[in-house]
């Protein structure tokens, strides 16, 4: 009975082993990865005048257009309150938002990408935003 169990054990931890392994392509290339690059379109950014904020979204070198979702998540450091605003698709690849902030300081903006079942979220990225000076 014991000699007819070993060999048992040895496959299923043969299977164990190769279903655990790298080999057969788990993990997406970095060629296949969507990438997500984040600026304003200004490079001053003021309170209380519109802002504008591009995500350029690759595959590879290829522009992402007409994605599923493109959604901007914003808030005011130390603040607890995160604003999500979907972006729209404007052209090779970029998608854009529109806002406003009402006073001047340091805001975050992570971006929240969906393409069929990749998805992706950037790091968060700082904006500055100088008081109006008119105000």
Known sequence: MRKSVLPLIAIV??????ACSGVGGGEAKE???LQ???NPVQDV???GRAILIDAHITKGSDPIVDTAQVEFEI???DSAEHDMITAIPDQ???YRIKTLFSEGGEYFVKVHVENGGASVTTSEKKLVVQND???
């Open 75 to 77: 808030w005011k450091k």
């Open 133 to 135: 000076e008119m105000s």
């Open 31 to 33: 060629s296949e990865k």
């Open 45 to 47: 950014l003021v309170s």
């Open 36 to 38: 997500v690059e984040v």
């Open 13 to 18: 931890c043969l299977l164990i082993s190769a």
């Open 92 to 94: 090779d690849g970029n």
